[in-house]
């Protein structure tokens, strides 16, 4: 049971603030998840939906590689919401079932192509320890760029800010999503 009631209609948003609610409505089709939460601040609630749409429209790393970085930080984090919903957004960007299944599992990487492994591995180290080794991230860096390894961090961090609101919100997995492991 969330922690606060959750905000799920655009009524329950004062009017000076709805065109934030119509915002992701726009982006969502519904309130949902951690912007149910959010748009109790809406002006944080605008900031967020801001970052959503860079990722969805505007982040150069290509989307089946962001969905490996984003299950692995929801995966360290053990957002069972989030997890929930990336399943979805990781299988629609090409992403095998096999690779969802290591990822839920916490499995090793070592049978994934060299950009996701290091992808996974990149991330995993940095939620684990606060640092990466210098090879994983030289090679993402040599491949791909400044500006590309900005991005995945970034957008791999986002969702670690997501996976502590729904956590401490208490914001339910529907129940059709993709199940975390008890």
């Given at each position: ?7 799920s ?18 982006v ?6 951690p ?83 290091d992808?996974?591995n990149?991330?995993?180290q ?9 090879p ?15 991005e ?11 996976c ?12 059709d ?6």
């Amino acid at each position: 049971m969330p922690r606060v009631p959750p905000i799920s209609s655009k009524d329950q948003v004062p009017a000076e603030h709805q065109h934030v609610a119509d915002d992701i409505l726009g982006v969502f089709g519904r309130i949902r998840g951690p912007f149910s939460v959010f748009l109790n601040s809406p002006k944080l609630a605008d900031r967020m939906i801001s970052l959503v749409k860079f990722n969805r429209n505007d982040c150069i790393v290509e989307a089946r590689l962001l969905s490996h970085a984003a299950l692995a930080a929801v995966r360290e984090r053990e957002s069972a919401y989030v997890w929930s919903a990336q399943v979805g957004a990781a299988r629609r960007n090409g992403v095998p079932e096999a690779t969802i299944d290591i990822l839920r599992a916490k499995g090793d990487v070592s049978g994934l192509g060299q950009d996701e492994r290091d992808i996974v591995n990149l991330i995993r180290q940095l939620l684990r320890t606060n640092r990466c080794d210098y090879p994983v991230f030289n090679r993402l860096n040599g491949k791909y760029g400044a500006q590309w390894m900005v991005e995945l961090i970034t957008v791999a961090h986002n969702f670690t800010v997501l996976c502590g609101v729904t956590n401490a919100f208490e914001v339910a997995v529907p129940p059709d999503g993709d199940q975390l492991p008890s």
